[in-house]
């Protein structure tokens, strides 16, 4: 059970390049979510999905595209990469976060990401 | 706007000195998460308050959830070096996110 994976770690970008940030899960999780960390501004919410096929977006999606194919992928996609978007990427894993039942989310360890 | 502040942003103790993080919002939220992150790692999940005035206990860390259910805290008794890290709470608005605080960073003086 690797619980939540994300490949790259690090990764260095030319303005106006394109990538995708991976992430899988085997936890059999319906809710995934894609976080960025800037400092002093904690953890802003990009882009998330309850379950295969469905996605929305969260706090700050502009620049980012997603989808979800499976329920174990979840990959982030940035169009054409822009200095402001160096930040660390956190992707998430969690059965739901709906108040009820605990429902632990799970973070996968981050990529981190430099756009010069 | 759905936002949730954290104070202090910094807070530096010396060991075996309490400590305590608080979160508000200005509406009132369905749920509150709370995750510790140690320095250059990820988030991890500690605790979910969901009821009203719910106080829930782990070892030396006490959270609690204010009865309007708009405010939060977590308070450690006699830190522990192992304590460093910072401690971020997360509201729910009864939709399917999740609102992160600024966090606060906790470090330790021996």
């Known amino acids: 059970n690797a619980g939540v994976t994300q490949t790259p770690k690090f990764q260095v970008l030319k303005t106006g390049q394109s990538m995708t940030l991976q992430c899988a899960q085997d936890m059999n999780h319906e809710y995934m979510s894609w976080y960025r960390q800037d400092p002093g501004m904690g953890l802003r919410l990009i882009h998330y999905?309850?379950?295969?096929?469905?996605?929305d977006q969260g706090e700050v999606p502009n620049g980012y595209n997603v989808s979800r194919s499976t329920t174990e992928d979840f990959p982030l996609r940035l169009l054409s990469a822009a200095p402001s978007q160096t930040s660390v990427y956190f992707c998430?894993?969690?059965?739901?976060?709906?108040?009820?039942?605990?429902?632990?989310?799970?973070f996968g360890p981050g990529t981190r990401l430099l756009v010069l | 706007g759905q936002q949730v502040m954290q104070i202090p942003q910094y807070q530096h103790v010396q060991e075996g000195e309490d400590f305590t993080t608080y979160c508000n919002s200005s509406?009132?939220?369905?749920?509150i998460q709370w995750y510790k992150q140690r320095p250059g790692g990820h988030p991890v999940f500690l605790i979910q308050?969901?009821?009203?005035?719910e106080v829930k206990k782990q070892k030396r860390l006490t959270f609690q959830f204010g009865e309007a259910k708009k405010n939060s805290s977590l308070h450690i008794t006699a830190t522990q070096t192992t304590d460093v890290g910072t401690y971020f709470c997360?509201?729910?608005?009864?939709?399917?996110?999740?609102?992160f605080g600024t966090g606060t960073r906790l470090t330790i003086i021996p």
């Open positions: 997360a509201g729910g608005f009864g939709n399917e996110k999740l609102t």
């Open positions: 998430a894993s969690s059965p739901g976060v709906l108040a009820g039942s605990e429902e632990t989310q799970y």
């Open positions: 308050l969901v009821k009203s005035g």
């Open positions: 509406t009132t939220l369905s749920n």
């Open positions: 999905s309850v379950g295969a096929g469905i996605t």
